[in-house]
């Protein structure tokens, strides 16, 4: 039997700001995570519809795995006759079908997985029905499955595909003790549609922009050629994913990499900075213009470091406070942790670099207006 694929984990010994294939396949923590990059798509850069589309597609790709190997684990569990008898060919393509098996880069590795599922699902229906035609010869209860709703058996979800996340672990048995397929091959025809009339054709909930090339072939293979296997969607998904990487994400990066703050804070930061500035050099010149003594000049440095701090935050997008203890924004007054190891350093770096800036300005004025001389008027 298969194996689950394991969830991919996290490279907390990485040495620099992750790609947007890590970020995508969940392989980064807070604040340059996959949620973080959601909320950034939907609140800065107004493009979730993208997004939403290339997770759509990569669960397709999951539902599609999911379902071929519960196929295989049936076909082994429920037909070990098969290998006794002259039919073989599913039993073969499945037996030979391992998603864990390629070698080489990870990128490279999935385009194969990709091609090599496609490759099976679009030769699987006659498969498929050799098997089942198995099945009955050999007196197996299959019949009572198809009589109680056919390849169907999420008709109490409103006709929609489940999501790969969100099914299962205990799977319903037959008498012969095989699991029943817990993703039927309508599934995958329902996702491949629901991704198509969401997103791609004119005039769609959530239509995105694709080349009208690209549309067509997604189009005709769904509509006119049957098919539902995640290689129509290759080029699509590519596309969106370059769209992602040139537009998006290195603006995501300079807004959760090297900064903490989300547009609403920062220009709050930039409102109270301009307040503090006015403050202190409304109180400097009127200090000076009664001839104030110098220690009482000394309290100046409170509005202008008030200022300088928030005029500086708003400049480089940074709370140093906040960052150095280890917190990032990622909704206005929203707050997560810091968890990605190389990407704390760096803030860490520009919040001390802020903060010697903030002191470094604000006594600069405190100084100047305590020595200016002072005249009564």
């Known amino acids: 039997m298969d194996s689950a694929t394991p969830s991919p984990q996290p490279d907390l010994d990485r040495r620099r700001l992750p790609n947007l294939f890590e970020v995508l396949s969940r392989q980064?923590?807070?604040?340059?995570?996959?949620?973080?990059?959601?909320?950034?798509?939907?609140?800065?850069?107004?493009?979730?519809?993208?997004?939403?589309?290339?997770?759509?597609?990569s669960q397709h790709m999951s539902l599609c795995r999911h379902y071929v190997r519960e196929l295989r684990r049936s076909v082994l569990v429920e037909t070990p006759e098969l290998e006794k008898q002259g039919s073989k060919r599913s039993s073969y393509a499945l037996d030979h079908y391992d998603l864990n098996e390629v070698s080489g880069p990870s990128a490279n590795r999935e385009k194969i997985k990709?091609?090599?599922?496609?490759?099976?699902?679009?030769?699987?229906?006659?498969?498929?029905?050799?098997?089942?035609?198995?099945?009955?010869?050999?007196?197996?209860?299959?019949?009572?499955?198809?009589?109680?709703?056919?390849d169907r058996p999420y008709n109490n979800n409103n006709g929609r595909p489940p999501r790969a996340s969100l099914m299962s672990n205990n799977m319903n048995r037959t008498n012969s003790?095989?699991?029943?397929?817990?993703?039927?091959?309508?599934?995958?025809?329902?996702?491949?549609?629901?991704?198509?009339?969401?997103?791609?054709l004119p005039g769609s909930e959530r239509e995105i922009i694709l080349p009208q090339n690209l549309l067509n072939d997604i189009i005709a293979s769904i509509e006119e050629d049957g098919r539902d296997d995640p290689e129509v969607f290759d080029a699509a998904k590519d596309y969106t994913f370059q769209a992602m990487e040139r537009d998006a994400f290195p603006g995501f990066l300079r807004s959760k990499a090297l900064g903490n703050l989300v547009?609403?804070?920062?220009?709050?930061?930039?409102?109270?900075?301009?307040?503090?500035?006015?403050?202190?050099?409304?109180?400097?010149f009127a200090c000076i213009f009664l001839n104030k003594p110098k220690h009482i000049r000394c309290w100046l440095i409170l509005p202008f470091t008030i200022g300088v701090y928030c005029l500086s935050s708003q400049q480089y997008r940074?709370?140093?406070?906040?960052?150095l203890a280890g917190l990032s924004e990622y909704t206005f007054m929203n707050w997560s942790r810091i968890?990605?190891?190389?990407?704390?350093?760096?803030?860490?770096?520009?919040?001390?670099?802020?903060?010697?800036?903030?002191?470094?300005?604000?006594?600069?004025?405190?100084?100047?207006?305590?020595?200016?001389?002072?005249?009564?008027?």
């Not at 930039?270 to 503090?276: D, F, N, P, Q, R």
């Open 28 to 57: 980064t923590l807070a604040p340059v995570d996959l949620f973080s990059f959601y909320i950034y798509m939907r609140d800065q850069q107004r493009s979730v519809d993208y997004l939403d589309f290339w997770l759509d597609v």
């Open 114 to 150: 990709d091609a090599n599922l496609s490759a099976y699902l679009r030769q699987e229906n006659g498969g498929v029905r050799a098997v089942h035609s198995a099945h009955s010869s050999l007196g197996s209860q299959q019949s009572g499955l198809q009589g109680n709703g056919g």
């Open 177 to 200: 003790g095989s699991p029943a397929h817990t993703v039927a091959r309508a599934d995958l025809r329902a996702s491949a549609e629901k991704i198509l009339y969401t997103f791609l």
């Open 263 to 284: 547009p609403p804070s920062s220009f709050l930061r930039l409102c109270l900075g301009l307040l503090g500035i006015f403050g202190g050099f409304w109180a400097g």
């Open 318 to 323: 940074i709370d140093p406070v906040l960052a």
């Open 339 to 377: 968890r990605e190891p190389f990407v704390r350093q760096l803030l860490n770096k520009r919040a001390l670099m802020v903060l010697f800036i903030t002191v470094l300005i604000g006594v600069c004025l405190t100084v100047l207006f305590i020595f200016v001389p002072g005249k009564r008027l």
